[in-house]
């Protein structure tokens, strides 16, 4: 009883985690770009209950060696990177990709990070930049004057400034790509960084070796389906409550023991 105590508190702890992760995924059901993440559940080490009789058919489960298990634990918290709709903007500083693709950001440190697109602007650098501010990589830079800018679904990134009535050329975006993509840290923001479950970024031009496209004056929104996310809940706090009724039996269990000496 004392191990289903101890069971029990495993499995109300794993799934109080699984509620948190729910309702982070509901909080962001309308946040451009956000990736839903998933709790996987691993049963924690089994180990030798002993020998409680002699080996006999007639015991059957209480005869031989038993193992039992010690409850529920977290294997890993993943990011699932299934698309979102997208959504038209016609903002040309809203960017979205259509594929596995991400962008590379600069941060203040000189590291990269990842992003999936959103809505950009012109940093006070003059370069093309996250809402935070980090440039995109490579740098692209926008003039003072820019009266238009267009980008590519290959990445090609161009503007039209005042008194010119042609568009220049002004760079080019390239994506990466992640063997592992749910492997892929996330830093808030819509950034996300590389681990080593991710493995390491992989160059190349959008529209080419499944980089997917980039879409200008779209945004692409959150892959939450709520329906899922509500049933989810149900069932989690459904779990929460089963093995809150084994603690209360096995504490009404020991309170009985309790009683006997008296």
């Known amino acids: 009883m004392f191990d289903a105590l101890y069971i029990s508190a495993t499995g109300m702890q794993a799934q109080q985690l699984n509620v948190d ?11 451009t770009g956000f990736k839903k993440a998933k709790v996987g559940f691993s049963d924690l080490m089994v180990r030798e209950a002993g020998r409680l ?7 059957g489960i209480l005869g031989g060696d038993r193992q039992l298990g010690a409850g529920v634990g977290i294997a890993a918290i993943s990011k699932l990177f299934d698309m979102g709709d997208l959504k038209k903007t016609e903002s040309a500083f809203d960017i979205a990709i259509q594929g596995e693709g991400f962008l590379e950001v600069t941060m203040p440190d000189g590291t990269s990070a990842y992003t999936r697109g959103g809505t950009f602007k012109v940093n ?4 093309l930049a996250t809402p935070s501010g980090f440039p ?6 926008i003039p003072d004057n820019a009266q238009n800018m267009q980008i590519d679904g290959d990445g090609r990134v161009r503007v039209q400034v005042a008194g010119q009535g042609t568009l220049v050329e002004a760079g080019q975006l390239d ?10 840290q996330s830093q808030g923001d819509g950034l996300y960084r590389i681990t080593q479950g991710s493995g390491e970024s992989i160059l190349g031009k959008a529209t080419e070796d499944g980089m997917g496209s980039l879409a200008q004056g779209f945004l692409e929104g959150s892959n939450v389906k709520l329906t899922d996310e509500m049933v989810n809940l149900m069932v989690a706090q459904r779990v929460y409550e089963a093995n809150v009724k084994v603690m209360q039996a096995s504490d009404e269990m020991l309170g009985m023991i309790n009683a006997l000496r008296k």
């Not at 992760?21 to 946040?31: D, G, K, Q």
């Not at 995109?136 to 830079?141: A, E, F, M, R, T």
């Not at 994506?175 to 892929?184: A, D, I, K, M, Y």
């Open 136 to 141: 995109l990589k490579p740098n692209i830079s």
């Open 21 to 31: 992760t729910i309702a982070n995924n509901l909080a962001n059901v309308n946040t």
């Open 53 to 59: 009789q002699p080996p006999t058919e007639e015991l």
């Open 175 to 184: 994506l990466v790509r992640f063997t592992n993509p749910s492997g892929l």
């Open 124 to 127: 006070r650098d003059g370069l």
